[in-house]
């Protein structure tokens, strides 16, 4: 895993994308309307880096980028540590490159090695603060698909599914804190989602899915809150989950989509009480969906995109064309801007009555499967062997 800083002026005062999905860890942003076409988004620079997948993170006019190397002309610094290994046969074909986003907390950037390593690093200088070899202390096997979740700062703890299990480590030193929801790794058990924060039932609580299981766990104590299984073939449960009032929406790949309901009344004193809402035969795939609304815009499995209403679990439309593999997608108002693998672009309004897509862009010639990244009128885009820049015509 090799991990670079590249770009422009220093300001750490914050950070506008500073971890998966961006600040609420949701894809939602609060700006300025996009306009209705993209005819107007031109590309400002790019910078040629070695082969990848995490999406990029930005601070002010800052962005990092995990897994490169050879950036050209712009860059700042450059820090390594051993750590490849090749996933599976079945998913080779795209490639055994580092996946997981780093996160960044202000002064320090969390970075998920492929082989169960975290890495903290000074995000001035790149020097390394510590680094955890998770199958070293947990004696724990070697992920299959290698370290893919994305770590999750808050306070002085980093949240991270790794070590064949749920962890809260301590962000100064490394030192685990507690670790729960604990499994055999391996094949079966390393995980692909990435948790979040959640308020539900009037508790807050971490948001986590396993490769079988969905649950809520105490941030302080580890305590699992209530847990439910969602089966997915070959344990494939790779979206982040995504909060809809009291109730949590994911979707499972060779299962169906569910929304579950949370309540703070339950048969078991310790725990929560955790209720199926309804469920759908929809597979979701790789993508996170958007929430705004009463609906979820969600890309399949069958590479089509639909539009469910979560009050109801009722399919509001879902597409006849395909549109790639992967999307990942961000929500600005009643837009939607959402980037395939293949490089494309598309513009969307968030349209509960039918799919209306306003435009679309060709913006890469790479494959495209890091996470958008949008600040103002910024948009940064991960290619395969990259990252460009592209910002609104005022």
């Not at 620079?45 to 930005?58: E, N, S, T």
């Not at 604990?182 to 039932?201: H, I, R």
């Not at 693998?341 to 009555?353: D, F, H």
Request: aromatic fraction near 12%; charge should be positive; charged fraction near 25%.
């Amino acid at each position: 895993a090799l991990f670079t800083l590249a770009l422009l002026p220093l300001s750490l005062l914050a950070a506008d994308w500073p971890q998966w999905r961006g600040p609420g860890r949701d894809s939602i942003l609060q700006g300025a309307a996009w306009p209705e076409k993209l005819t107007g988004l031109e590309k400002t620079w790019r910078v040629a880096l070695d082969k990848g997948y995490p999406g990029p993170i930005v601070s002010k006019e800052r962005p990092w980028v995990a897994g490169t190397k050879n950036a050209t002309g712009k860059q700042i610094w450059e820090t390594s540590w051993p750590g490849s290994m090749s996933v599976p046969f079945f998913a080779r074909s795209n490639g055994s490159w580092i996946r997981a986003t780093p996160a960044f907390d202000g002064e320090s950037l969390f970075v998920a090695g492929m082989r169960d390593v975290l890495v903290c690093l000074d995000a001035a200088t790149g020097k390394e603060r510590w680094r955890v070899d998770f199958m070293e202390r947990y004696k724990s096997p070697l992920p299959a698909f290698g370290f893919v979740s994305s770590p999750l700062v808050e306070g002085d703890a980093v949240y991270i599914q790794a070590g064949a299990s749920f962890l809260k480590v301590n962000k100064k030193t490394g030192e685990t804190l507690w670790r729960t929801l604990k499994d055999d790794g391996g094949m079966y058990g390393s995980t692909f989602s990435s948790p979040t924060f959640a308020t539900l039932a009037g508790k807050r609580q971490l948001l986590v899915q396993t490769r079988t299981t969905l649950a809520g766990v105490d941030p302080e104590k580890g305590d699992v809150l209530w847990d439910q299984k969602i089966p997915a073939m070959r344990g494939m449960n790779i979206l982040t989950p995504t909060v809809y009032g009291e109730g949590v929406f994911t979707s499972a790949y060779g299962a169906k989509t569910y929304l579950f309901n949370i309540k703070k009344e339950s048969t078991d004193a310790k725990k929560m009480d955790v209720a199926e809402g309804w469920n759908i035969a929809m597979e979701g795939y790789m993508s996170s969906p958007v929430v705004i609304g009463k609906h979820a815009y969600l890309h399949l499995r069958n590479q089509r995109v639909s539009c469910v209403n979560l009050e109801t679990g009722k399919t509001a439309w879902t597409t006849t064309k395909t549109y790639g593999k992967y999307w990942s997608m961000v929500a600005n108002g009643d837009k939607i801007l959402a980037l395939d693998e293949r490089g494309i672009l598309y513009l969307l309004k968030a349209n509960p009555e039918k799919f209306e897509l306003l435009d679309e862009k060709k913006v890469s010639d790479q494959e495209c499967w890091g996470h958008l990244a949008i600040v103002g009128d910024e948009v940064f885009i991960r290619e395969l062997q990259g990252i460009s820049a592209w910002k609104w015509k005022k």
